[in-house]
C-alpha cells in the first residue's frame, strides 16, 4: 500500500519527460548566461511549460500532485520539488527580463499578467485531475505548484510584451553620469548605466544594459533611450 501512495505522490509521469525537464535546464542556462539567440530561446522557454502539462496530461489526465516530487529533508518534513519544465522555466525568464528591460509602471503588468495566469490555470485544470486522497499536505502541493505558475505566468507575459514589441519607439536623449555593477548572492552580475533625467523621469536613474554596452558606453557620453509601448501596452525602456 505504501508503494502505491508513493508512486502517486511522485512525478508519476515525469520519467516520460525526463528528455523535457533536460532540455529546459539546457535552453535556461544558455538563456540566462548567454541569451542569444534571445528571441528563440525565449519563444522555446514561453513554450515548455504549456507543453510540458499537455504531454503529462496525456496519460489518462492524472492528478495534480504529478506534476510536484514530495521528498523527506534531512532534518524532516517535507520538501514540495514542482517539475522542473515549469518552475526553471519561470526563473530563467524572469531572471533575465528583469535584467534586460525597464517598465514604466508595476501596476500595467497586473491586469496582462491576471488573464495570462487564468489561461495557465485552465490549461492545468483541463489536463489534471485535483488531488484526490492522501497523506501529504495538499494546501503545500498546491501551492508550490500554482505559485510557480504565477511567476511564469508574469514574467512571460511582461517578456512577451517587449521581445515581441514592434511599436515605435519615442526616443529621449540623457547623459551618462556614471556606471556600476551589482554582484548577486550568486555571483551573477547586473551592470548599470546612471544617467541624467529624461522624459518625465525627473531624476537621474540607473538602467540596466547588457555587458558589452557597459563596456563601450562612457562617462559623460550621451545617449538614446527608446520609450516603447509594448505588446501589450506596458510601456518599457532601454538605451540604444
Excluded at 520538501?79 to 534586460?100: G, P, T
Excluded at 511599436?167 to 551589482?182: F, G, L, M, N, Q
Amino acid at each position: 500500500m505504501k508503494k502505491k501512495v508513493k508512486t502517486t505522490l511522485s512525478k508519476l509521469t515525469f520519467h516520460k519527460l525526463d528528455w523535457l525537464e533536460w532540455t529546459t535546464i539546457g535552453i535556461g542556462f544558455w538563456f540566462v548566461f548567454f541569451s542569444k539567440p534571445y528571441a528563440i530561446l525565449f519563444t522555446l522557454l514561453l513554450i515548455i511549460p504549456i507543453l510540458g502539462l499537455v504531454l503529462n496530461g496525456l496519460n489518462g489526465r492524472p492528478s495534480i500532485a504529478s506534476l510536484v516530487e514530495i521528498t523527506k529533508k534531512d532534518k524532516g518534513g517535507n520538501k514540495y520539488d514542482v517539475a522542473d519544465f515549469i518552475d526553471l522555466a519561470a526563473i530563467a525568464i524572469l531572471i533575465r527580463v528583469l535584467k534586460d528591460f525597464e517598465f514604466e509602471s508595476f501596476y500595467s503588468l497586473i491586469i496582462p499578467g491576471a488573464i495570462t495566469f487564468s489561461g495557465m490555470l485552465i490549461i492545468l485544470f483541463v489536463t489534471h485531475k485535483r488531488i484526490g486522497e492522501t497523506t501529504k499536505n495538499k494546501t503545500w502541493i498546491y501551492s508550490s505548484l500554482l505559485f510557480n505558475v504565477f511567476l511564469y505566468s508574469y514574467a512571460a507575459t511582461y517578456g512577451a510584451n517587449c521581445v515581441y514589441d514592434t511599436s515605435e519607439a519615442t526616443v529621449y536623449e540623457a547623459k551618462v553620469i556614471d556606471k556600476h555593477t551589482h554582484r548577486g548572492r550568486k555571483g551573477s552580475r547586473t551592470y548599470y548605466v546612471k544617467v541624467t533625467p529624461w522624459g518625465h523621469h525627473y531624476d537621474p536613474e540607473n538602467i540596466s544594459v547588457p555587458y558589452d554596452q557597459y563596456e563601450r558606453i562612457q562617462i559623460d557620453e550621451k545617449v538614446k533611450i527608446d520609450l516603447q509601448d509594448g505588446l501589450f501596452g506596458i510601456q518599457w525602456y532601454h538605451i540604444e
